[in-house]
């Protein structure tokens, strides 16, 4: 997610009166789901893992900002920038990265790791407001930043936080440098006692932020409500299914369990699944921390080539075999929205996807909440694809592989498996 900066400006007598620091950096930590661990265990190495990622994306975004703050005037602190790596890059060691320690090391390093974010956070901050002094924001309104310190263009969703003084604030405008309409969604709202919004939570798609560059929009405030209400509202109150869709895809859920039921992609007028998708399955798997189903082979010299098959049935139990009845799907003018939450067996399970306007992208956001022994998690998205070529992400590139292989996935972004094959 691209992410925004309210900057204070007083010459307008609805400028906002709080500042948020964001910035548009790489994909945040989405940690696979492990197999075979044991919980509280578990979940204390994915969030290491998590933490581990995270600060490392952090501190890197934190040193772009410092020397170019320092550019432009600001003196640099390379004190600061060590003593909040150094806690990260401690913990980098391999017994420590692969989970064999006891559970106490990681409770120690993941408050490590907050620490690291902590001063990160204050840098970021500080560059960002290093920076911001030296950009012309005029224009009406509240002036919104949007930083990019990734190495090339980027177009992606941005959220801000904007607040106004004044009364009677019904809804908001929003433009950008060169004063054309940029669509806006209003995530949440606070108001005043004559119903006014007093600060809103806005959404809206950044297009092309030069890279590391930034752009300016603003926010004006509006008397008259003009926002309409969502083109469609679909819940299990009503139906059994609901749709999301952009100028790309389409996409069908079932309301009461959470599987995806269709996924069609417009400009091929071709549906991508075979079966349900983005169900999740659990298996027992009574393996060691690091093998399948097994206990790994210590003196083993090569790689291992063993063919991971699909989830086995009379070992699976299927996310969407629990009914929750709690989906919705809604659709706005920024993004649409499908998600839903419900018990998996003695488990938590909760899932949302969303698809962008402008974008070609999915972004699907799963959380499991864990509380048996010697299990095994894995999403399944079963395409029509035949004789296609697996591409999966590693850190910094992407490898082709065969398929029935399986790899935790510890890189530092979302996972992505693309295939190719002639229609």
Not at 114 to 130: E, N
Not at 322 to 350: C, D, L, R, W
Not at 352 to 374: A, K, P, Q
Request: hydrophobic share 35%; charged share 20%; with cysteine.
């Amino acid at each position: 997610m691209l992410s925004s900066r309210a900057l204070s400006c007083s010459s307008s007598p609805y400028a906002p009166r709080i500042s948020q620091s964001h910035v548009f950096q790489p994909w945040l930590f989405h940690s696979s789901f492990l197999f075979a661990l044991q919980p509280p265990h578990n979940v204390l190495l994915l969030q290491s893992w998590k933490a581990m990622r995270n600060s490392e994306r952090l501190l890197t975004t934190a040193e772009k900002l410092s020397v170019i703050a320092g550019a432009l005037g600001t003196p640099p602190d390379p004190e600061a920038i060590e003593r909040a790596w150094e806690p990260v890059l401690f913990k980098q060691a391999h017994d420590l990265s692969s989970g064999v320690m006891v559970d106490k090391v990681y409770d120690d390093s993941i408050q490590g790791y907050h620490h690291s974010r902590t001063l990160g956070q204050q840098m970021i901050d500080a560059g960002l407001d290093s920076i911001a002094s030296h950009i012309d924001t005029s224009g009406p309104g509240v002036p919104v930043t949007v930083s990019n310190t990734l190495g090339w263009p980027r177009t992606d969703l941005a959220e801000v936080d904007v607040a106004f003084a004044g009364s009677g604030v019904q809804s908001l405008a929003l433009s950008d440098s060169q004063g054309k309409p940029v669509q806006v969604q209003i995530l949440s709202a606070l108001r005043n006692d004559d119903g006014g919004i007093r600060q809103a939570r806005i959404a809206f798609i950044a297009h092309d932020v030069p890279a590391m560059g930034y752009a300016v929009y603003h926010a004006a405030p509006e008397m008259a409500e003009h926002q309409a209400s969502p083109a469609s509202l679909h819940r299990s109150m009503h139906e059994d299914s609901g749709t999301i869709e952009n100028e790309f895809y389409r996409a069908r859920f079932n309301l009461w369990t959470g599987e995806m039921t269709s996924l069609l992609l417009k400009e091929k007028n071709w549906e991508v699944l075979a079966g349900p998708g983005n169900a999740v399955a659990r298996e027992y798997d009574g393996g060691d921390f690091w093998e399948l189903y097994g206990t790994l082979n210590g003196g083993r010299l090569t790689a291992m080539k063993k063919d991971i098959p699909p989830p086995r049935p009379a070992y699976t139990q299927w996310s969407n075999d629990s009914v929750g009845g709690s989906g919705v799907a809604t659709s706005g003018p920024v993004f649409s929205e499908f998600h839903i939450a419900h018990p998996f067996g003695k488990n938590q399970f909760a899932t949302r996807v969303r698809v962008y306007n402008g974008m070609r992208r999915i972004d699907v956001s799963t959380d499991l909440v864990n509380e048996e022994e010697f299990v095994r998690y894995r999403v399944v998205l079963p395409t029509s694809i035949r004789n296609g070529t697996a591409m999966h992400e590693i850190p910094f590139g992407a490898v082709q592989r065969r398929d029935g292989r399986s790899f935790p996935h510890r890189t530092g972004s979302i996972i992505q498996v693309e295939t190719k094959a002639s229609r």
